[in-house]
């Protein structure tokens, strides 16, 4: 669904910013209908008695670009939001070099995060392994932690469906980072306390006294309410970044949204589940 309703941002796609003067608000929709052959799109912010516009096209070519800016110059004069040039305060020109630099370095930050985040917990775990495997709760961790950062995606393309002035830009990237680092976060307390009963029970489970899913329902009650009280904290200053924040804050706060409420249920109800499943059908044991 994320890919299916892309709006990328002039970084990415190049462009033009223009800053005019007037408080006449653009009809969009016109303006989609009028250059809907030349695939421009436009975005437009207030700033006390000017407009600062956003004109987003497919082709980065400098020809291009000065024939699409002289046709939107002559449908804003004609269509009463600038009465000449003398009401364009500024023009700046973006081309689309930000992509290929954020393509590689988010890229490169997920790769290399998962992959030293896998090795930690790898390591962290192994001093369980006679009862336990530890890449099973390093393969539930990346499995859980790309669930979050496929959930907040989806969450940005229903913020983009419901909003048409929403369009991946740098600021989703930050977001999306920024989910990738403090997702992990919960599940590696959750898992960390299992680690913790596996040894304090070791005696127990070594006799068959104590079975491998009462551990993990006991650890799952012992940082239920730390995960629960964890998340409403972040939920409520985010919501008031979403709330008093201007058009980034909300772009971005709305993503972490997301992430919390689908971050909190994936640590609880599939991360310490999953691992439990998955190293039950492997050793067959309760």
């Not at 804050?249 to 640590?267: A, E, M, N, P, R």
Request: glycine share 4%.
């Amino acid at each position: 669904m994320f890919i299916s309703n892309l709006r990328w941002s002039i970084e990415f796609t190049g462009g033009v910013k223009m800053t005019i003067a007037g408080e006449k608000r653009i009809d969009t929709k016109d303006f989609a209908k009028t250059f809907s052959k030349d695939s421009l799109a436009i975005k437009y912010i207030f700033n006390e008695g000017n407009t600062d516009l956003e004109i987003r096209s497919l082709k980065s070519d400098v020809k291009y670009t000065n024939t699409m800016l002289a046709s939107v110059k002559k449908y804003l004069q004609d269509h009463g939001y600038i009465k000449s040039d003398k009401d364009i305060i500024s023009i700046s020109f973006v081309w689309p070099t930000v992509w290929e630099y954020m393509k590689s370095a988010a890229k490169q930050a997920l790769i290399w995060g998962i992959a030293i985040m896998a090795i930690y917990v790898l390591i962290a775990f192994v001093g369980v392994r006679e009862y336990f495997k530890p890449w099973i709760f390093s393969l539930v961790t990346v499995l859980t932690l790309m669930h979050d950062v496929i959930m907040a995606a989806w969450g940005y393309w229903l913020w983009m469906h419901l909003n048409q002035l929403v369009v991946v830009d740098t600021v989703f990237v930050m977001a999306i980072l920024t989910v990738l680092g403090y997702s992990v976060n919960d599940t590696i307390i959750i898992f960390d306390r299992v680690r913790e009963n596996i040894i304090k029970y070791s005696d127990q489970l070594r006799k068959g006294t104590k079975k491998m899913y009462e551990i993990f329902d006991e650890s799952l009650y012992q940082t239920m309410r730390r995960s629960l009280f964890t998340s409403l904290s972040t939920l409520i200053v985010v919501a008031c970044m979403y709330y008093f924040g201007n058009q980034l804050f909300k772009d971005f706060s709305f993503v972490i949204l997301v992430w919390v409420l689908f971050g909190t249920y994936s640590s609880i109800f599939l991360a310490a589940p999953g691992a439990y499943r998955i190293n039950r059908l492997l050793s067959k044991k309760e």
